[in-house]
């Protein structure tokens, strides 16, 4: 170690940049470091005598650090040897053969970070020779699976790494991963996988899937703490994994263990030492304040020595911040305070028979609060609104893993994962009322300036899955796997406008008087009123094999998988509307040793997948979904609520019809809450989104905690599930029928019937009266139609180099263009899953195609430790990317397409010309960097520190969304256009006490 006496600045400085030194941290490791499920890991390897020959019938017996039990099996005539389904942790190996003398080490970890593959070489027995040689111990490349991504142990990470305290930080700390940017501050918690959108990944967490079934996004949050391991798959996923076309999150938690642990820590994120953001137009980030103050408290041991263990946390949270608006009187609080606890207990019959429990609570509630803001002396007054924001829920899982034999081990789970959401508002009379005659942002004037609408949705997901793991052998060794899944998911939502709806108040201007239908100057108001309400519910289940199948001396192992998953969906009437039958997905990969080590591995994948329909469509669609928009002249406004006073219907709109309610033909109508008929709006035909995935790549173990890599993936769309306007193919159908063009353009104008169906293919739907009152079942031509096929393809190389004891880093080269980001649209921060605006209408897909939301060229990421004295470790984590591409997203011009005009916005469209997606201006590099110093103190039998994470210590201020409207909704061009929308965090520290034992 190092004395401080002797270190000067310089070689201080140098040692932490070099991050060389031997502490452990947390590992970025691609290809994943071995074969795993969701929960458990496998240890395997080869034993050999000292010229390498195999030694067939070793004993290799295992017991865990830990907990004390054991499981023991033999090599094969390979030398080879698989222990499958084991709990992660350390174990103390016991090697063992006729001949040999025994090999013995203690506490070697098989985790999710480190892997499981150990190749052991073992010496004569002794003959008396004074020198007594023991036989080795090697970590070889694990050839047990092709999957790439990276695996982290959370527990070493959180205490030598700077990082934020989220799932989405782990997350990014993943080559190929990108986080969220939109107008929609809510996508900067998400992360995009593998080109993928962030509504495609899946998300586990002890076997249980946590992922919102109705959007797709992440869970609510957990506590740092709770969790062991959390491994991310961006590509190369085995059978048994489903359901995503973007990326597996793959969560462990904390465990008990022989001895007993107890800790308590402390966490303050002072706002008196956070930097402040530059402000834009409408958010004054100078006067903003955020501050966190979490208290974790943990204990963990044995119930019964060996056989019984209990873990447990409780999170005390508090985290306010309060943010004020720069062209208005309004600022907002937000305080959530909601705790969490988790536990979880672990109980062996024997060391073949492990019973395991989870529980844990994420249920909370944010507290948003708007203010009177003084934009003078900068102060804040009275409470004017707000609303209770529901999110979290309860959740559990039960599993049973039991070996029967050497050859068959058995596993089952059963659990439920409940979701609440949705905003209570404190005001549920008063309707939200925007001013945009002054403002292009539009200045709330109502009494209610927080939200529109009354929310309220509970969702729950029930499972249960059965697996068997069987090894044996038949030219070669054979590990395969078996098993099924099954999940039922019920969503029960109430979602409604306030009041007799939302109003926004305009004037006519230049731009908007051709569509409106009135001089310019003229004042008018719309009247949006909006009501989602039903219970629905999905139904999932999915077979899988996987066989791994070893050759050559274990020198190739082929990975030989086949899923089938079934998706069906059930509307309000609780009948299926879509059942997707059998989908059949491969599987497929290699690892070869070229050299024979076990040190060089060069793999390669290709996997199909398939996402199943969104829960969002059961209400959206086959529900009973009423929305739609009123325009009146403009009479000033009345009451102390500025309700705006309604003036003679307008009905000069272009694309209105009568409105639900009153009749009368002001209003543009999308659903009117008519009965729900699944043949006229699902395609007969319809598949699930799918993906396809080549992988190709290298992995060199330089030393034991010395690897490097290189991989590269292409990902490429196939189907998708959208909403489309199905009327273009009804007219040609509708004058191949022998009807006149004027006839049929009567029938069938646009936008007055939507599908859920796949663009780019004929549909089969029953369509909308013809000219003469039939409605036929019919298969409209996808060259009718006018809608491409969509297209994502995603190409990525991936450079990474990981020492163990120190460094992490990565380079990733990406490359993502298509005409389709992937069930919503980040451009205009639309969250409406497979009904996004993209293929609403055929002049949407102009200029569509291009570099997609998600793309960023260049990512460069290093994190690490380095231990400086005994008592003192600093970490780094860095990254810099290059930035994103945007687009002028404005109005589809009235003679290009007199629907898609009607949605004042969406289309790749500024002021009448088309702009390819992602060609009208560059975004900013983004630069990070962290720092942390973690003190120990020096108490006998007590794990005490003392912690400072600064983050961004340069205090870069990249812009990390632009506004990227060309146009304001009424057609006139965005004053606003390429200003900031937000700005990265700015430089805040965050302090950390623990006290344990």
């Known amino acids: 170690m190092f004395r401080f006496s002797r270190l000067s600045s310089r070689a201080s400085l140098r040692a932490l940049l070099m991050l060389s030194s031997a502490i452990p941290a947390a590992v970025i490791a691609v290809p994943a470091a071995s074969a795993q499920d969701y929960t458990n890991i496998a240890a395997s390897g080869r034993v050999v005598a000292e010229d390498g020959t195999p030694v067939a019938g070793a004993t290799v017996r295992i017991t865990s650090s830990d907990r004390g039990v054991s499981r023991t099996v033999s090599t094969d005539d390979t030398g080879a040897y698989t222990i499958p389904q084991l709990a992660p942790g350390n174990y103390d190996f016991v090697v063992s053969a006729p001949g040999f003398g025994t090999y013995s080490e203690a506490e070697i970890p098989l985790t999710r970070q480190t892997g499981g593959a150990n190749s052991f070489r073992l010496v004569p027995a002794d003959t008396g020779n004074e020198i007594v040689v023991t036989g080795s111990r090697q970590r070889i490349a694990d050839f047990q699976d092709t999957t790439i991504g990276s695996t982290i142990d ?35 918690d998400q992360v995009s996988i593998a080109g993928a959108s962030f509504t495609e990944n899946a998300f586990y967490i002890n076997g249980l899937n946590v992922t919102d079934f109705v959007s797709g996004g992440q869970p609510t949050e957990v506590p740092f703490d709770f969790y062991q391991s959390i491994e991310v798959k961006t590509g190369g996923a ?44 409408t958010t004054d980030y100078a006067h903003a304040t955020t501050s966190r103050k979490e208290l974790v408290l943990q204990a963990s041991g044995p119930v019964i020595k060996d056989h019984l263990f209990v873990y447990g946390l409780y999170n005390l949270r508090d985290i306010r911040s309060m943010t004020p608006q720069a062209n208005q009187d309004n600022a907002t609080t937000v305080r959530n305070d909601s705790p969490f606890w988790g536990a979880k207990v672990d109980g062996y019959i024997t060391g073949d028979h492990h019973l395991e429990f989870t529980y844990f609570d994420t249920s909370n509630e944010t507290r948003n609060r708007s203010h009177d803001w003084d934009r003078t ?12 924001a529901r999110a979290g829920g309860v959740n559990y899982v039960g599993r049973y893993t039991g070996t029967f034999a050497p050859w068959l081990t058995v596993s089952g789970a059963y659990g439920v994962s409940k979701l609440r959401s949705g905003n209570l508002p404190l005001d549920t009379v008063n309707p939200q009322v925007i001013d945009y005659r002054t403002d292009p942002a539009g200045v709330q004037i109502g009494l209610n300036k927080v939200t529109d609408a009354f929310s309220k949705t509970d969702n729950k997901r029930e499972f249960y899955r059965i697996d068997t793991d069987l090894q044996f052998h038949l030219l070669g060794a054979h ?59 999905v139904r999932n289940e999915a077979f899988y094999i996987q066989d791994q199948w070893s050759l050559l001396d274990n020198r190739l192992r082929l990975d030989l998988g086949l899923r089938n998953d079934r998706f069906s969906n059930q509307g309000v009437n609780g009948e299926s509307f879509f059942k997707s039958g059998d989908l059949w997905a491969p599987r497929l990969g290699a690892a070869f040793d070229p050299v024979g080590d076990g040190r060089t591995r060069i793999f390669g994948s290709y996997g199909k997948y398939f996402l199943p329909m969104a829960g969002d469509i059961n209400l ?25 006073v309604a003036g003679d219907p307008i009905l000069s709109v272009v694309n209105t019809k009568a409105c639900p309610d009153t009749g009368i033909a002001n209003c543009e109508v999308s659903a009117d809450g008519s009965p729900f008929n699944p043949a006229g709006a699902i395609d007969a ?103 491409p096929d969509p297209k994502r393809n995603y190409d990525a190389l991936t450079l990474t180099f990981d020492q163990e004891w120190s460094l992490s880093a990565s380079y990733t080269l990406a490359f993502n263009k298509g005409n389709y980001e992937g069930g919503v649209r980040s451009e205009n921060g639309q969250l409406s899953i497979n009904r996004s605006a993209d293929f609403d209408s055929p002049g949407f897909v102009n200029g569509a195609y291009g570099y997609l939301p998600n793309d960023r060229r260049h990512t460069f990421r290093a994190y690490g430790s380095y231990r400086l004295f005994d008592v003192l470790d600093l970490g780094l984590n860095a990254l810099v990317q290059s930035p994103a591409h945007y687009s002028c997203i404005g109005a589809v011009p009235v003679d290009v397409d007199a629907y898609a005009n009607t949605y004042h916005g969406y289309g790749f469209y500024c002021q009448g010309k088309v702009v390819p997606r992602g060609t009208a201006f560059d975004g900013d590099w983004r630069t990070e960097f962290n720092l942390s110093a973690v003190g120990r103190l020096p108490l006998e039998n007590v794990d005490a520190s003392i912690r400072l994470d600064v983050f961004n210590i340069f205090n870069s201020q990249a812009v990390t969304n632009y506004n990227n409207y060309g146009e304001i909704s009424d057609g006139s061009v965005n004053p606003d256009y390429r200003s900031p929308n937000a700005y990265q965090t700015p430089r805040y520290v965050r302090v950390t006490a623990k006290l344990g034992f």
């Open 685 to 787: 035909g319809i598949k699930p989104q799918s993906a396809d995935e080549f992988i190709i790549g290298v992995e060199r173990q330089l030393a034991d905690h010395v690897r490097v890599g290189a991989s590269f993936t292409h990902r490429r769309l196939g189907n998708v599930i959208e909403d489309i306007s199905i009327d273009a193919g009804a007219r040609a159908y509708c004058t191949a029928q022998g009807f006149t063009e004027e006839a049929c353009q009567n029938a069938y104008p646009g936008g007055s019937q939507f599908v859920i169906a796949n663009p780019g293919r004929d549909v089969t739907v029953q369509i909308n009266p013809l000219p003469d009152g039939t409605t036929p079942i019919a298969t409209l031509k996808a060259s009718d139609l006018g809608y």
């Open 238 to 281: 085995p059978a048994e994994f489903g359901r995503a076309t973007g990326g597996y999150v793959v969560a462990t938690t904390k465990s008990g263990s022989n001895e007993y642990h107890a800790s308590v820590t402390g966490i303050w994120e002072p706002g008196g030492l956070r930097d402040d953001a530059p402000s834009t137009r």
């Open 154 to 188: 959370v527990g070493t990470l959180k205490d030598r790494v700077p990082i934020g305290r989220t799932l989405r930080d782990v997350m990014l700390l993943t080559p190929g991963t990108v986080q969220g940017s939109s107008s929609n501050g809510g996508f900067a």
């Open 377 to 388: 002396g900068y102060t804040l007054g009275d409470e004017t609104g707000g609303t209770n």
């Open 620 to 644: 959206n669609v086959a529900g009973s979904l009423v929305t739609y928009t009123r325009y009146n002249l403009f009479n000033g406004v009345s009451g102390e609520g500025n309700i705006p």
């Open 479 to 537: 590990h395969v796997r078996i098993g099924y899944d099954h999940e039922t998911d019920q969503q029960t939502q109430t979602f409604e406008t306030i009041g007799e709806g939302a109003f926004k108040i305009y004037t006519v201007t230049d731009e908007s008087a051709e569509r409106i239908g009135l001089p310019v100057g003229s004042e008018y108001y719309t009247t949006r009123v909006y009501a989602q309400n039903g219970v629905a519910h």
